[in-house]
């Protein structure tokens, strides 16, 4: 009897399969069509020529290796030490028009000295690089050519997660391999990667997929296949996409200009927990929490304080402070925004004209001189009072100490957390304005110097250096 029921069950299982199949998708149709559209890109990196006479050269035991099997320990090098490097395969690529634009990864090409570029039919062609992002990891590439096949640019906007994708590259170099998947997260912040949303999917993508499309079963490119999670070096079941929305508006900007502008607001933001979002009076947390308005920046210009949460930018809600630089980013400088903050219970909309975002070198130096503009010669660094501040002390003027050195104000008593009041007689209303004072400071006497610290009054002696 039981292996009479054993084989109606595996029959049973047996005719339910055609149906249960039919509904899987075919991908064999997308893939004929769309892989002509895909291509690999290789690189050359010219190493610096070694030296001729720089002194024998020695195998793994130390032992000198004779002179003339010396070329095959150093690459094949040619004469005066010149390397004769061959071209790495490093990723994939697609062809967005017809006359010859590609579309690839910043770290597929970053640094070549060459890149070639391999179509479906075999043919290999050297590529200008026409700009390259690393903030989006997205390269534009031009090859001499005409009459190219091309793919359709979908949305990313409109992937729904669980939907099926396909992924066709190139992985350990391996042309025109097909993975496919499901979207398995949209929006998502990786470290390192501030102004990219991207697309989490469960294809199989490895080593050599960089660069290359990932396409919805319309044979749309809705994404292009950047980085994995690993902590083996290979697939983990845990992919990333750079959504195409984002990276056809970085391709519109390097093909007229060559490099991209980004938007701008100027805050330095936090994630809200749990307990500040009760403390904020928050029905839940969510939104960016403005921890610091930075100087001479559109949030400053616009009126966003610090303690404000920002929960809307031009009409998108913002669930985690993660998704904000991704959508100001995309905000050409000069246009205005819309911004939603929630504000001591109530809800405002501020209009920001939005900036052009400073280049990494810039947004240092721009730190550097704001800490600068902190610290003063009396070992403090402060900063001026929020409206906040001054509801919460109940006063009208003074600076806030940030941290305390060593110094004359340590000496004197003061701690982080004190408000700097009054200075030898004088009334403190801002941070340029106690430097003033203190450079006009006796240095022979003690002067006195009056602080907030909690909710009482305290005079301390100062005897500036």
């Keep these: ?208 997929n960089s660069g290359g499309p990932l396409f919805n079963l319309d044979g749309e490119v809705v994404g292009i296949n950047s980085q ?55 029905d839940k947390p969510s939104g960016a929490l403005v921890a610091q308005v930075l100087a001479d920046s559109p949030a400053l210009a616009a009126g966003i304080e610090e303690g404000d949460v920002i929960i809307g930018f031009n009409g998108r809600e913002i669930g985690l402070s993660s998704e904000l630089p991704a959508q100001v980013g995309r905000v050409a400088p000069g246009k205005s925004a819309a911004v939603d903050i929630y504000r001591k219970g109530e809800v405002v909309t501020i209009d920001v004209e939005i900036g052009l975002l400073p280049s990494q070198q810039e947004l240092a130096q721009s730190n550097m001189a704001e800490e600068s503009r902190k610290k003063t010669s009396l070992g403090l660094s402060v900063r001026d009072l929020t409206d906040e501040d001054r509801e919460q002390f109940g006063i009208e003027s003074g600076v806030l100490v940030e941290e305390v050195k060593a110094g004359p104000a340590a000496q004197a008593g003061v701690t982080a957390g004190d408000i700097i009041t009054t200075l030898d007689g004088e009334s403190v209303s801002s941070v340029s304005q106690l430097r003033k004072l203190v450079e006009n400071l006796p240095a022979q006497r003690p002067v006195p110097l009056r602080i907030m610290r909690g909710n009482s009054p305290v005079y301390l002696a100062l005897r500036a250096e």
Excluded at 236 to 245: C, E, K, Q, R, Y
């Design 228 to 282: 994995i999670y690993t902590r083996s070096g290979g697939f983990m079941g845990l992919s990333f996409a750079i959504p195409v929305d984002v990276a056809m508006e970085v391709a519109d900007q390097l093909r007229e200009q060559g490099f991209v502008k980004r938007g701008w607001l100027g805050v330095i933001i936090q994630e809200v927990t749990r307990d500040l979002a009760e403390s904020f009076g928050l």
């Design 1 to 208: 009897m039981k292996m009479i029921r054993s084989m109606v069950v595996v029959l049973g299982l047996a005719l339910s399969m055609p149906s249960w199949a039919a509904e899987l998708p075919d991908f064999t149709g997308l893939v004929k069509s769309l892989s002509p559209a895909v291509v690999n890109i290789s690189t050359i990196n010219e190493a610096k020529p070694e030296p001729e006479n720089s002194g024998p050269m020695r195998g793994p035991n130390g032992e000198e290796i004779p002179e003339i099997f010396r070329d095959f320990f150093r690459g094949f090098q040619g004469p005066g030490g010149t390397p004769r490097v061959n071209p790495q395969s490093l990723g994939s690529g697609f062809i967005i028009s017809d006359d010859g634009y590609v579309l690839t990864n910043h770290h597929v090409v970053d640094g070549a000295t060459k890149v070639m570029v391999r179509l479906n039919d075999r043919r290999e062609l050297e590529a200008e690089v026409i700009g390259s992002d690393k903030r989006s990891d997205v390269a534009l590439l031009k090859v001499d050519a005409v009459d190219l096949p091309t793919l359709s640019m979908g949305s990313s906007d409109a992937l729904e997660v669980g939907e099926w994708v396909l992924a066709i590259g190139s992985p350990f170099g391996f042309d025109h391999s097909v993975t496919a998947g499901i979207v398995s997260a949209k929006e998502r912040s990786l470290e390192g990667d501030t102004y990219v949303p991207f697309i989490q999917t469960d294809v199989a993508i490895n080593p050599g």
